[in-house]
């Protein structure tokens, strides 16, 4: 896959707590510069509209835990919208998925769905879940006329990682070949976490992914073969 192909398929991120306006206007150079899409805080969804409108925006609800009520969800994507933002990545509650409550993480994605006419993906959070309940939220997201699965926030990962490390384990945080393969069987997924090199993307796409989410967006172009 050459870099005109690949770049497309990118959300070039930038979602760190420390993430300024001047972050946020450097991510939108590379994107414009390599053809990439923003992923991008929602706060900085207006000014990031103005500053480069050719740019397709990818911002975040309910970030990072899931844990905000439907109606601020709701709220937050219908504000983003109209700021600008072409698509929205929502994160489910994980809480309530574990707990069997898979009526209302459907309703609540059901909620911001129809509120906006632009595209919603739906982060599972795949390193707090067993394939089961990767299944049930992938089903819950379908259910909810969502476009798209995504892996994870990242942040999750990270926890779960240091976890790993603690306990002399081998880490496995990230996105993963098998996660991407199981809910591609659902519907287009944003591989998101961990994907930092060509090989990684290449790896994600080849298993089913449409999307990638990453703050190394540059660097995976950069490493495209000759």
Known sequence: MDRSELAPLIDHTVLGPETSIADVRRVLDEAREYGMNACIPPYAVEAAADYAPDVTLVTVIGFPHGQHSAAAKRREGVLAWKAGADELDVVINVGRLKAGEDDVVRA????????VPIPVKVII???LLTDEEKHRACEAAVAADAAMVKTSTGFANSVVSEKQRANG??????ATVADVELMSDYL???ASGG???????VAMLEA???????????????????
């Not at 384990?169 to 990230?174: F, I």
């Open 108 to 115: 609540e994605l059901a909620e911001l769905t129809a509120a």
């Open 125 to 127: 959070e795949t390193a």
């Open 169 to 174: 384990e081998a880490v496995s945080g990230g």
């Open 188 to 190: 287009p997924v944003k």
């Open 195 to 201: 994907v930092g090199s060509y090989d990684e993307a």
């Open 208 to 226: 089913g992914a449409e999307r990638i989410g990453a703050s190394s967006g540059v660097a995976i172009l950069e490493g495209t073969p000759e």
